[in-house]
T-cell receptor
Framework: GEDVEQSLFLSVREGDSSVINCTYT??????LYWYKQEPGAGLQLLTY?????DMKQDQRLTVLLNKKDKHLSLRIADTQTGDSAIYFC?????????????FGAGTRLAVHP | DAGVTQSPTHLIKTRGQQVTLRCSPK?????VSWYQQALGQGPQFIFQ???????QRGNFPDRFSGHQFPNYSSELNVNALLLGDSALYLC????????????FGSGTRLTVV
């Protein structure tokens, strides 16, 4: 089946690291994604990881992938108030040569001083 | 280079009416997907178009239909609107077969009263 699960809420202090976790179910997903959504806005692609990679680092963002356990995490270093948003994990199951995105319910990140 | 553009940005309709939402994909992209995001939830896949044909469909009733034009732009039509159709409708485009290049528009906020 296709299902993505995330914890719903995370609160961190400014300057600390944030870690958002996600589990997915479809092993055919070639890529896994992290999107950010600010209030009233669309989806902004933060980063993605190819399914044969274990880790990807992009400035303050680190993505870890455990393919065996179908577990994905996003670490944000030196979290700032501007990072407050909802973060969505997504898998991309392949069917007949076409990908679609399956999203989790989103993790609301609150950054406080 | 314009990304994905959607119109209108906001729309208010009455129960039972019909609505058409429009999307222009990012330049160079040939595949368009539509997602529904209800308040407080992750986006849900509605359907995907490539070469003017529907290629994949999510768990949405036949009241939801779409079209893709030769210039790759797309329309989402919803008939017999229900209060529960109130949501943010997101359009995404990508190049078929490339799972990492999804780009989302800012969405159309539909309110059904």
């Amino acid at each position: 089946g296709e299902d993505v699960e995330q914890s719903l809420f995370l609160s961190v202090r400014e300057g600390d690291s944030s870690v958002i976790n996600c589990t997915y179910t479809d092993s055919s997903s070639t890529y896994l994604y992290w999107y950010k959504q600010e209030p009233g806005a669309g989806l902004q692609l933060l980063t993605y990881i190819f399914s044969n990679m274990d880790m990807k680092q992009d400035q303050r963002l680190t993505v870890l992938l455990n393919k065996k356990d179908k577990h994905l995490s996003l670490r944000i270093a030196d979290t700032q108030t501007g990072d407050s948003a909802i973060y969505f994990c997504a898998e991309s199951p392949l069917s007949g040569g076409y990908n679609k995105l399956i999203f989790g319910a989103g993790t609301r990140l609150a950054v406080h001083p | 280079d314009a990304g994905v553009t959607q119109s209108p940005t906001h729309l208010i309709k009455t129960r039972g009416q019909q609505v058409t939402l429009r999307c222009s994909p990012k330049s160079g992209h040939d595949t368009v997907s539509w997602y529904q995001q209800a308040l407080g939830q992750g986006p849900q896949f509605i359907f995907q178009y490539y070469e003017e044909e529907e290629r994949q469909r999510g768990n949405f009733p036949d009241r939801f239909s779409g079209h893709q034009f030769p210039n790759y732009s797309s329309e989402l039509n919803v008939n017999a609107l229900l209060l529960g159709d109130s949501a943010l409708y997101l359009c995404a485009s990508n190049i078929r077969g490339l799972g990492y290049g999804y780009t989302f528009g800012s969405g159309t906020r539909l309110t059904v009263v």
